[in-house]
């Protein structure tokens, strides 16, 4: 409701959750999605900050920035300021806003200056990290109660710097934190962490309670040191582990050695992988999930961009005279929206194509038929390339009949060409094209760090576009050179052809040519590897 206002500011108190961009909220993303302006924190994951719209102005109030000496008064004044001006001004913070990030301050500053605010919680590291770390923070047999303090007295949610020390922690009252539940979730606790451990084993806790730190929980980089209280500072210092932290204390840390699972090469044989997946956006869910579940840290480069085509008019008349067509080729996932949206459009429904036989390149695409038409397709080749499905072609008689064929604008000439060969009279529409995009710079200092495992390509248009767009680069031979030590791991034969035309040899072909089989591919690859 208040979002729809038009004219009139309000402040989005928006959780980003731990890390993993995926634990956004659908409410908070739906919110940053609107607003114009996003005031972030240190902690926020960047693929957080790509769901506000490209042109909001995005101001980074964290630590370490050339505003770190923005106060709390000042990010306050700023929010304030900016809603004023009757702007939609999305506050990001880490985890949720009302745990210890000082969002209650923001909201009270808010309601003081008559400025409209919506809080969207968000999911706490309190919880978040050792979830990721294999321990449940209350489980029937180990703990029914847990309590989230804070390791420092008063903080503001950024690391050390502003540390209230001796006199603070010295007017807690440890008796009653030692004993307040099963489950202890200290935050900001990293650099106390003596002083917590030696008060809780003053005021009586076992010192063979087990405990454990995660560090960066669920981010691609989450490490876990556990211990008991008696040892876990000595082998926080051996690991070199620092914050961002989150401490538990209790039973449930045990429960890690038979939870573990973000963290656990065996189960995540991608874990800590960084992978860049060159696919346009519209297209790119489906890998981008199948490697993230798999542990892989998943940069998204849309290398292209799928830009529908205005002029719908060819397409509206071959849609609206579907009967006419004895079969329709789909070649690609991005045709079934175009196709869904013009069928809408022209008041029509999938009985159009009660006439018509439908193939579908492949299994990806067969099922966005599914989801999005309501309709199964006829044929679909064991392999998902125009040869296979032209080799395989189900219809042996195909002279006079007709064809339609919507698709890329640049496309090869494979399939018309031979279903002209027999007989067939083809349609080709164009009906959306890929569009090359800049190379980010982020992409190109993630490659020159090195930090970059492997690049997928699902196409032969994203080998090309990556290599226009890198060849515009000033630091192009560097960069290529690069390119050399990453895995490149190609979909298929014809995508790993156009790396060997720019001078790349692709590490990985996948066998089956699909997503699924590409991410297999790369599981073997890196167990092999590692
Ligand atoms: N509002 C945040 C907490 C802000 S205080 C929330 O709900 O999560 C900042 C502290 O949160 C850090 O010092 C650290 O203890 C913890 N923290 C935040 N993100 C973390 C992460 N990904 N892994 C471990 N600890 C994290």
Redesign the pocket.
């Known amino acids: 409701m208040l979002e729809a206002e038009e004219n009139q500011g309000v402040v989005y108190l928006i959780?980003a959750g731990?890390?993993d961009p995926g634990l956004l909220t659908l409410r908070g993303r739906e919110l940053l999605m609107q607003a114009d302006i996003v005031v972030y924190d240190r902690?926020v994951h960047p693929a957080v900050l790509d769901y506000a719209r490209p042109e909001a102005l995005r101001i980074y109030v964290g630590k370490a920035s050339a505003r770190h000496t923005l106060t709390q008064e000042e990010i306050n004044a700023l929010l304030i300021r900016h809603a004023q001006e009757g702007k939609r001004v999305a506050r990001l913070?880490?985890?949720?806003?009302f745990?210890?990030?000082r969002g209650g301050e923001e909201a009270e500053a808010c309601r003081a200056a008559g400025v409209p605010y919506i809080v969207v919680p968000?999911i706490?590291?309190?919880i978040a990290?050792p979830a990721y770390a294999g321990i449940p923070v209350t489980h029937r047999d180990a703990a029914s109660s847990f309590c989230v303090i804070t390791?420092h007295e008063r903080?503001d949610?950024k690391?050390s710097g502003r540390r209230t020390t001796g006199s603070a922690e010295g007017r807690r009252d440890w008796a009653r934190l030692a004993h307040a539940a099963d489950t202890l979730i200290f935050?900001?606790?990293?650099e106390a962490l003596p002083e917590i451990v030696a008060r809780l084993q003053e005021h009586g806790r076992d010192p063979q309670t087990p405990v454990a730190l995660?560090?960066?929980?669920?981010?691609p980089q989450q490490r876990v040191v556990s211990g008991t209280l008696a040892d876990i500072v000595d082998r926080i210092r051996e690991a070199g582990l620092g914050?961002?932290?989150?401490c538990v204390v209790g039973e449930v840390v045990r429960l890690r050695e038979r939870l573990r699972w973000f963290d656990d090469p065996q189960r995540q044989p991608l874990f800590g992988k960084r992978i860049l997946v060159t696919r346009a956006r519209e297209q790119a869910s489906s890998l981008v999930e199948l490697l993230r579940i798999r542990g892989a840290e998943v940069l998204e480069y849309p290398t292209i961009r799928i830009e529908r085509l205005k002029d719908t008019n060819e397409l509206d008349k071959a849609l609206q005279s579907l009967n006419g067509y004895a079969w329709i080729v789909i070649t690609s996932v991005n045709t079934v929206p175009v196709i869904a949206e013009r069928l809408e459009a022209l008041q029509l429904d999938a009985r159009a194509f009660s006439m018509t036989k439908v193939a579908a390149i492949g299994p990806a695409t067969a099922n966005a038929l599914r989801e999005k038409l309501g309709i199964r397709a006829d044929f679909v080749p064991t392999e998902a390339v125009a040869e296979a499905l032209i080799d395989q072609w189900p219809d042996s008689e195909m002279r006079g009949k007709r064809v339609l064929l919507p698709r890329a604008r640049e496309a090869r000439e494979v399939l018309p060409e031979r279903l002209r060969a027999m007989g067939a009279i083809v349609d080709v529409i164009p009906v959306y094209e890929t569009v090359a995009v800049k190379l980010a710079e982020a992409v190109v200092e993630n490659l020159m760090t090195g930090s970059i495992d492997a690049i997928t390509f699902t196409a032969s248009s994203t080998v090309k576009n990556l290599m226009q767009a890198l060849s515009r680069g000033a630091d192009d031979l560097e960069v290529r050179a690069r390119l050399r030590s990453v895995c490149l791991a190609a979909i298929g034969p014809v995508t790993g052809q156009t790396l060997k035309e720019y001078g790349f040899e692709p590490t990985i072909v996948a066998e089956e040519h699909t997503i699924a089989g590409l991410v297999k591919a790369l599981e073997s690859y890196f167990a092999q590897r590692d």
Do not use: I, N, R
Request: charged share 10%.
């Open positions: 959780g731990p890390g902690l913070k880490g985890g949720d806003p745990v210890f990030g968000g706490t590291s309190a990290a390791g903080d949610g690391e935050l900001m606790g990293v995660v560090q960066w929980g669920t981010w914050p961002p932290a989150v």
